[in-house]
């Protein structure tokens, strides 16, 4: 057990709706950090919250957002939903952040867009 | 670019036998971690090397970080069925993030 919580952990929906995945990261840990993983692109780092403020984008698309909350939760917003975000949606947290930083997942929250 | 590159991309063995899966850098890093995701699960920290030449065992892995910290290596002795998974290597990004390579699968027949 990672102590990285993710809700739901299955989610089926079709396209052109909105989603919000939820996470919650280990006791202590003040970065959170969300992947996208597919079949064929590997896991695609998205955007890294720490300590409630964005610290870095990577590959999101505008329809995607996401916020970390005052008590570390953070949330992960996907709309107008295509088929081709169907994958596997992960988050991480570490304590601080950084390159140095080992990362801790979630089980992750598969999405599937009919 | 900013990419790691992980070969080979798939490797089957017969249990018993070893494993290694290589990771490259175009450029200098600073660290690099490896991952283990087994099937149906998420992505597990295994190892930081961070200097030159640096070689770190657990059990039967084997890591090592070049020389010139342009590449690493995972080297597992007798593998096991309870090695199979997909293995990442992932190096630090220019914001701080972790760019992961595509990782390398491997299945073991027992």
């Known amino acids: 057990d990672s102590g990285v919580t993710q809700t739901p952990k299955h989610l089926i929906t079709a396209t052109g709706q909105r989603v919000t995945l939820r996470c919650s990261p280990r006791s202590g840990d003040l970065s959170v950090y969300w992947y996208q993983q597919s079949l064929d692109q590997g896991l695609q780092f998205l955007i890294h919250?720490?300590?409630?403020?964005?610290?870095a984008k990577g590959n999101i698309l505008e329809r995607f957002s996401a916020q970390q909350f005052p008590d570390l939760h953070s949330e992960l917003n996907l709309s107008s939903l295509e088929l081709g975000d169907s994958a596997l949606y992960f988050c991480?947290?570490?304590?601080?952040?950084?390159?140095?930083?080992?990362?801790?997942f979630g089980d992750g929250t598969r999405l599937s867009i009919l | 670019g900013q990419q790691v590159m992980q070969i080979p991309q798939y490797q089957h063995v017969q249990e018993g036998e070893d494993f290694t899966t290589y990771c490259n850098s175009s450029?200098?890093?600073?660290?690099i971690q490896w991952y283990k995701q087994r099937p149906g699960g998420h992505p597990v920290f295994l190892i930081q090397?961070?200097?030159?030449?640096e070689v770190k065992k657990q059990k039967r892995l084997t890591f090592q970080f070049g020389e010139a910290k342009k590449n690493s290596s995972l080297h597992i002795t007798a593998t096991q069925t309870t090695d199979v998974g997909t293995y990442f290597c992932?190096?630090?990004?220019?914001?701080?993030?972790?760019?992961f390579g595509k990782g390398t699968k491997l299945s073991v027949k027992p």
């Open positions: 992932a190096k630090g990004g220019s914001q701080g993030n972790l760019i």
């Open positions: 919250y720490y300590n409630g403020e964005e610290r």
């Open positions: 450029t200098t890093l600073s660290n």
């Open positions: 991480a947290s570490s304590v601080g952040w950084g390159e140095s930083q080992p990362q801790h």
């Open positions: 090397l961070v200097k030159s030449g």
